[in-house]
């Protein structure tokens, strides 16, 4: 059994669209990501799962509601984080574990093992929350958008 998170991971970016709708969108390219590692896996389900914020709304005045997540941030922290430069690997700050990644359209995607690396990230928060919330996230198939 997964490791229990106290609320959904949370994706965070600064003004990026971060749903899986709009083709070339920061969403749509975690969704192709998270897609290529579980096939089944549904638009609606990426939305129930990832909770998404955008780094306008400041990262200072989400940290009581992040406290005890695992949150994703894609493309530079902000500094009032205390966050090293490390890509991929958690960081605990605060309560708060703290993961980074480069927006989708970096460069860095252009290695095909970064990129895989990534979507395993994406996975295993996915999977990880629906081992806890299996009835609240998976929808028939006739449902799925």
Not at 33 to 60: C, I, Q, W
Request: with cysteine; glycine share 6%.
């Amino acid at each position: 059994m997964a490791k229990r998170m106290s609320g959904r991971p949370v994706l965070l970016a600064h003004n990026s669209l971060l749903y899986p709708y709009l083709p070339g969108s920061v969403g749509w390219h975690i969704f192709k990501m998270l897609k290529s590692r579980v096939p089944d896996v549904t638009r609606r389900n990426y939305l129930k799962v990832f909770d998404r914020h955008s780094l306008g709304e400041s990262a200072y005045h989400l940290h009581a509601a992040l406290r005890g997540r695992v949150v994703v941030i894609l493309g530079g922290a902000p500094y009032s984080l205390n966050l090293t430069d490390q890509l991929v690997h958690p960081q605990v700050v605060a309560g708060i574990t703290w993961r980074r990644l480069p927006l989708p359209g970096d460069r860095w995607y252009d290695d095909p093992r970064n990129r895989a690396v990534a979507a395993m990230v994406f996975e295993s928060l996915y999977l990880s929350w629906l081992e806890m919330e299996p009835t609240d996230v998976r929808v028939q198939c006739s449902e799925c958008v």
